[in-house]
């Protein structure tokens, strides 16, 4: 539909998005587009959104009673919200991890392998557990005990399973929602660090909380704000560095800058 | 403020007596509760031991007190609570995931759930004589283990379909969200993360009503009569009794020593009952060490 569809610059576009939870509007007319293999950051004060918008990126909002969504989000040339598109292969090639790590209560190996096996992978299961594992820089501290629950693992290490689990389908995108504000520093760190590395790979759109983080792990921060009726909205998106540096918004300014939060 | 300090103090006081005092009536709940049935054991057991022998099991019925015995009752109910199973766990189990995953939340579902749960306080007498218009009756099934088992099943399925219902709704929502985040449907969101993390309680569930079904007595009157069954039912066609049939003959003759072999009778149905439930408390916890190692 437009030019940078496609393999083009942009993965994912919304345009005059609107989300309602029964007679709530929790989001206003967003209109952003998520740049390829780039790690955007979206942030923003409590209640404003963040993760409603997230969650419109992988069709999750269906599974919520009430809510209802409108406008356009191109991902590639698709539409996501037209009829035709099927959200559970939406959700096959845009992966999410939540803000609490939530690993089944399997194995290891079979947290990994969820994926592959709902989706009817048909290379070699085993090999693309360990290539999930290594992605998401936790082979050489599991590979002895795959067959071992995964709840028997750390918070910090428990996320960086659910992140393996997700790439394990190959997705286009991943979606994380607060994936380190469950996690003491140090896992938070290791955490970061994996997103700068997968952003070669994968695209990737993180919410946070945590403004250094966004500014540390972002190539592009967007900051949404919440209105008088308690209404989401963007107000800027832009390079992390100019966002940070010089924002065009005096709001944006007053957020980063911690005059209101 | 001296003042002040011994009011808090003697408030402390009262709110501790009264804590020792509702200690002391939980206390003689337990007792009362646990102490009754160690009568009902003890009686039972004095009165059965004798009683409780080898030939008990093996023999069939018979009007002299030494030849006699239940094997045609202990085979009648393992039979019936293997059909029971067959038939209430798959439509109990798949009622609690409809109606816990499927079926919008409107007020027709809420009629539905209401009748369930007041579908399990129903006697259980009721049952039997419906089971006998529409299973014994209307489908030609004649008094079978066939027409007691689907009489059962309709008995335990509200039991089973609460239980299994509490147990799907305590997965986590997180463990679902995951899931459909992996490009899941629906069903295998149930299938491969929520059916096994509520397998415990449905076990749970599976099992309360079980227990149910082998004590039931009356039902299985109004379905097979009191009989006097003189061979082990071989197919679900066949003819049956159970064991608290078995002995509800027993008890009603006149001489003591069927009294004793009611006993025994009672000893043995309480035999089958908890090995039943140590096989699914096994099941279960195999399982649960399973998911957490």
Redesign the interface.
């Given at each position: 539909m437009n030019d940078d569809s496609a393999n083009g610059k942009y993965v994912l576009d919304a345009q005059g998005l609107h989300v309602w939870y029964g007679d709530f509007l929790a989001l206003r007319d967003v209109n952003l587009k998520i740049e390829r293999k780039k790690v955007t950051a979206l942030i923003g004060p409590s209640g404003c959104g963040k993760s409603t918008l997230l969650r419109c990126f992988?069709r999750?909002n269906d599974?919520i009673?009430g809510a209802r969504v409108e406008g356009k989000i191109h991902f590639n040339q698709d539409d996501l919200n037209s009829n035709d598109v099927d959200p559970?292969?939406?959700?096959?090639?845009i992966?999410?991890v939540?803000q609490?790590p939530?690993?089944?209560?399997?194995?290891i190996y079979d947290n990994v392998a969820?994926?592959l096996?709902?989706?009817g992978y048909s290379g070699n299961v085993e090999e693309a557990v360990e290539r999930s594992l290594r992605g998401a820089a936790l082979w050489d501290e599991v590979k002895d005990r795959l067959n071992?629950?995964a709840?028997?693992l750390s918070g910090g290490q428990q996320q960086r399973l659910?992140i393996a689990?997700?790439l394990a389908?190959e997705p286009e995108v991943i979606l994380m929602d607060e994936p380190a504000s469950a996690l003491d520093p140090v896992a938070t760190l290791a955490i970061e660090e994996l997103i700068r590395e997968l952003a070669n790979q994968v695209t990737i759109v993180i919410v946070t909380h945590n403004m250094q983080q966004a500014a540390r792990v972002s190539d592009e921060t967007a900051f949404l704000m919440v209105d008088e009726n308690r209404s989401g909205y963007l107000v800027e998106r832009g390079e992390t560095n100019q966002i940070f540096t010089e924002p065009k918004d005096e709001r944006t300014e007053a957020y980063i800058t911690g005059r209101f939060s | 403020m001296a003042q002040k300090y011994a009011v808090f103090k003697r408030r402390k006081e009262a709110r501790k007596l009264l804590g020792s005092a509702v200690y002391v009536v939980f206390l003689v709940a337990v007792l009362v509760s646990v102490m009754g049935l160690a009568v009902l054991l003890i009686d039972i057991i004095t009165g059965g031991l004798p009683w409780f022998s080898w030939s008990l099991i093996t023999n069939y019925p018979s009007r002299h007190p030494e030849q006699a015995g239940l094997w045609p009752a202990l085979i009648g109910t393992l039979w019936l609570m293997g059909l029971t199973a067959a038939f209430s766990v798959p439509v109990g189990v798949g009622a609690a995931i409809y109606l816990e995953e499927y079926a919008a939340?409107n007020r027709l579902t809420a009629l539905i759930e209401v009748n369930i749960a007041n579908l399990a306080g129903v006697p259980s007498v009721v049952y039997g004589l419906l089971g006998a218009a529409l299973f014994v009756q209307w489908m030609a099934l004649e008094r079978s283990v066939l027409a007691g088992a689907l009489t059962m099943s309709l008995l335990i399925l509200p039991i089973v379909i609460l239980a299994s219902r509490e147990a799907i709704r305590a997965v986590?929502r997180?463990?679902?969200?995951?899931?459909?985040?992996?490009?899941?449907?629906e069903w295998?969101v149930v299938s491969?993360?929520v059916l096994?993390?509520a397998l415990p309680g449905i076990l749970t569930g599976v099992i309360l009503g079980m227990s149910r079904a082998i004590g039931e007595a009356a039902p299985m009157l109004v379905i097979s009569g009191l009989l006097f069954v003189t061979f082990i039912p071989t197919s679900p066609m066949d003819k049956f009794t159970v064991l608290p049939l078995q002995i509800f003959n027993w008890v009603s003759r006149p001489q003591d020593e069927f009294q004793g072999l009611a006993a025994g009778g009672i000893m043995l149905l309480l035999a089958v009952l908890l090995s039943m439930n140590a096989i699914a408390v096994y099941v279960r916890n195999r399982r649960q060490v399973?998911?957490?190692?």
């Open positions: 992988n999750m599974l009673a559970t292969e939406i959700r096959s090639r992966g999410m939540f609490k939530n690993p089944f209560p399997k194995s969820f994926g096996r709902i989706n071992k629950g709840q028997t659910c689990r997700a389908v | 939340k986590p997180a463990y679902r969200e995951a899931a459909f985040a992996l490009g899941a449907t295998q491969g993360v096994p993390s399973k998911s957490d190692e």
